[in-house]
């Protein structure tokens, strides 16, 4: 399944054996856990990436020693739309789902 970013979350399915302990069922899961919070961790990453070459070729005109006044204020502006956009989309998506649930 795709997430919001378009990355693939298919889940991994170590413990299909029935005749596990509940021991390496424990581990397992575990491990799935580890699995989902690097990619959660590679995606947060990717999506910083993103925000910056964004932000960078709009408020960057000339790379220079030091930023400008404006650009700074204009990198700043940038990131922090980008940030409350997540917030409200995710925001969004927790309502829908919720209502998806209840209904």
């Known amino acids: 399944m795709a997430d919001l970013f378009g990355n693939n979350n298919d889940n991994f399915d170590l413990g299909s054996s029935s005749s596990g302990s509940s021991a390496d069922k424990l ?9 989902m919070m690097e990619q959660q961790k590679a995606q947060l990453n ?8 964004i932000c960078w070729e709009k408020c ?12 700074e204020v204009c990198l700043t502006n940038c990131v922090k739309r980008f940030f409350d956009t997540s917030v409200v989309i995710a925001h969004r998506f927790n309502q829908l789902l919720q209502r ?3 209904g």
């Open 27 to 35: 581990k397992i899961e575990e491990v799935q856990k580890v699995i």
């Open 46 to 53: 990717a999506q910083i990436q993103e925000i910056s070459e």
């Open 60 to 71: 960057v005109d000339k790379p220079s020693a030091k930023l400008g006044g404006k650009t």
């Open 100 to 102: 998806s649930n209840t």
